[in-house]
Structure formats: C-alpha cells, structure tokens
C-alpha cells in the first residue's frame, strides 16, 4: 500500500534477515479486515508505504546470525506481535499491549510478499500434518483464543458471539469444540450463519438478527437471564451498548473493536450487575495454544476459508474479501500458485 487507496504489486529488493531474524518463503497469507482499513486509511497506526499482512504461513529460507542454520526449510506460521521484553506489560506477561509495540504488517514490512523477515522467536514450527491453508488461520485463531483467555471459560456459562465473520466463526469453535459450552451466534446473513454451523454451532444456536432483537431471540430459545458470556466480533460502538444490557448479571463481555466512536455505558448497569469488560488486542503468545488444539484435532480454523487467490490478483482478493461478505469470508493470497506443496 503506497498510501491510502493505492495498492500495487511491486518488485522490492529481497531483505536480509537481521541478526536474530529468519526470512519466510510465504506461502499463504490471509486478508483481514484490518488490512482493508490500513488500505482505506482508516488504521491511525500504520505508516506509509507499507507492505501490509500479518495473517501468514511459509517456510524458513534464511536465518540472521544467532539463529540455527538448521531451522531453514521448516514449515512456520508467524506471530506478527514483536515486543520490547523490558516495559511494564511486557514484565508482566502482557507482550501483546507493549509500550514500544511494533506488529508485522502494521509497523514494519508484514506477509503480503514472497519474503519477509521476523523474530526467529516469532516463527513457530508447524507440524508436517498440519496443512498450510490450516497453518494460515493460526493467528486470526490465535485472536480468538485471546480473548476467551481474557474473559476466562466457565462449564456454566451460555455465550453469545455478535457476528460470524472470521474472528466470530473462530471463537465459536474455542467455545463450542475447546470448552464445550452453549454458545449462539448473530449476524445479518444466512450464508455465514451456515459457516456457522460447519464450525460447530447447533441449529437453534445461529440467530440471523435481520428483523428480530437479540433479547426476542434468546428468549425464543429459552435463555433465561442473558447470556453470561458476550463477545463484539461485530465491533460497533452500539454492540457494547446493547451487550451490557442484555448480559446477565456477573457476565463478562469481551471487546475487541478499534473504533474511536465512544459507546453510551451507564456505570449503574456495570455495577448493578457487575459486568467485567475485557479488552483483547490481537494475540500474546498463544500460538503454541493453537497449535496444540489444530494438533489433537480440537478445533479445524481452515473451515473459514473460502477463496485462494494468486497475489498478482490481490486488488480481485481485496474487493472479494470487502464486497462480497454473503459469497466470501477468508480470503488467502496464495503466493506459491503452482507449486505442490504447502497445500
Ligand atoms: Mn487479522
């Protein structure tokens, strides 16, 4: 992306792996709603131009000095969270909301591109099994797994996930597949609520909320009380102000927006109820979690994926990804067309 509104495929020279860096051979890369927004210049963080992605899966093709030669040639899917180790955050566990955070894709130079250079310690090994479409969903899942480590899982819990787009249909497959809990799930389009259901949603557990108010329809299905766990996958300021109405008392609710528009919360309906917040950016450290999960057969993320583009074609995989919701939900760029592997 030179610059707001203006994408091109472009040759760059190969970039060498610093010390303590290996360069990835990319084979897939995911577009995420974020990427549009750094696209549209709607991302006040990013800075121009900018090679954009931080949803990737390759192999290792070169290490910077410090790293073992033996790791070139593994399977990876990367972690684009790079943190500083020293500040408060990162002190305490929280590598994620660094103070000197610098994300792939964002910050520096990400995974829209046949190469790319990242932390060795952020490329995690993906096992021979695992398949490489799989292998690229592993960090949007990873968001997913985030905020459910935020909030926090209980067996008694009845969750309600607002929108089924891909972080949506991720989290309803940690909650359905990795905890076992009821969990419903709203959107506006019949298609993604039958994504829904391949991922694991019970029939009475999909709510397309065209012409029908959430409380109407979890009340239709018997719940009693509100839901005792909510998530914004939808991410507008209105969704946090219905979620903490409707939620039942000691609910948590899980935020995941970036919009700078304030929502209207009356502190009397948080204290009343004692509502928990819980704000999740992107992943801290939780890809061995979710790997482990794809792993034992836990959880399948692959089932979002719906087109592969080749990357000469990345303005025909944006507009797929951005105006075609009911046809399209992760779209991957596909940068080794034509080669076997990887598949
Ligand atoms: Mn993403």
Redesign the pocket.
Known sequence: VDQPNSLAVRELPLPEPAAGEVRVRVRYAGI?G?DLHIFHGQNPFVSYPRVIG??FFGRIDAVGAGVDAARIGERVSVDPVVSCGACHACRIGRRNVCRSLSVLGVHRQGGFSQFVCAPAANAYRVPDHISGVCASII??FA?AANVTSRTGVLKEDIALIYGAGPVGLNLLQVLKKVHGIKAYITDRLDERLALARACGAAEDETINTTGIGIEDALRARGVDGGPTLIYDAVCHPAILEEAVRIAAPAARIGILGFSAVPSAIPQQELTKKELSLHASRLNCAMFPTVIDWISRGLVQPEHIVTHRVDFRNVGEAFDLAERNPRYSCKVLLDFGSGEAADD
């Open positions: 995420c974020s931080h949803e960090e949007p968001v």
